[in-house]
């Protein structure tokens, strides 16, 4: 089964025009700190009371539990994205920031990013995922601050072995494109979401956003546990 995901939508109007064409969750990059396709808090505040796809998720590659804690709880999504520095967040701060989020007052998931560097990726991701809702599976480069944005793949067989030991959905992420989706996805990853991520980021702020005039066809997941996620970012 497969889900469509797309991030650092900039405004209300496109996230409407994404879900129009089928897409179910819509992620948005809430920070000053120079990431690609970020935007305002207030403004992401703004798109999501407006819009509500299948999970609003909001990123974050802070590693300070409190700065966390006040921008989701402002921004208010469906779903935590923590794509912060290896090891800036400790299992205990994890745990803290679970039982935060997740309790009588509020439910919002956390996604964990893990970045494949090498083998070693398979033990962290079994690690995070007795604690985190979600693994994304993604690239990291000293170009971007945190895990991802590196327009990278990586090694797919370590990415397989993660999905194959762990019990909870992962997406896949990093350097995924239309021209090797199909690869990734074949190469034994068919239970695994995958993250397209596309150049809104990189075009020029007077250009707006160009989508297919059709549809965005995908097979949905269950609604229980959704093991496959295709994330384009557009």
């Not at 690609?36 to 802070?62: C, M, Y």
């Not at 991701?125 to 690239?139: E, F, G, H, P």
């Not at 297919?212 to 384009?232: L, M, R, S």
């Amino acid at each position: 089964f497969m889900y469509v995901q797309i991030y650092t939508v900039q405004s209300i109007k496109e996230a409407k025009q994404l879900l129009h064409l089928g897409v179910d969750n819509i992620g948005l990059t809430p920070a000053s700190v120079g990431l690609p396709g970020e935007i305002t808090e207030q403004l992401a505040r703004d798109i999501f009371q407006s819009v509500k796809s299948t999970n609003n998720i909001a990123l974050s590659v802070s590693n300070n539990i409190k700065e966390i804690l006040e921008m989701t709880f402002y921004v208010n999504p469906d779903i935590l994205h923590l794509c912060g520095e290896i090891g800036g967040i400790s299992d205990k701060e994890l745990y803290l920031l679970k039982s935060k989020l997740q309790s009588t007052t509020s439910d919002i998931k956390i996604m964990q990013a893990v970045s494949v560097d090498n083998w070693d990726a398979v033990q962290r991701a079994k690690q995070y995922s007795n604690i985190v809702d979600y693994l994304i599976l993604d690239t990291s480069t000293n170009e971007v601050e945190g895990i991802g944005a590196s327009g990278n793949t990586h090694n797919w067989e370590i990415s397989k072995s993660i999905v194959d030991n762990v019990d909870i959905p992962v997406v896949l992420a990093g350097g995924l494109s239309p021209e090797n989706v199909s690869e990734a996805i074949n190469s034994g990853l068919s239970e695994a979401g995958i993250q397209v991520i596309f150049e809104m980021m990189h075009r020029p702020k007077a250009k707006g956003p160009s989508y297919p005039d059709q549809k965005i066809q995908a097979p949905k997941p269950p609604h229980q546990k959704p093991n496959t996620a295709a994330q384009e970012e557009d």
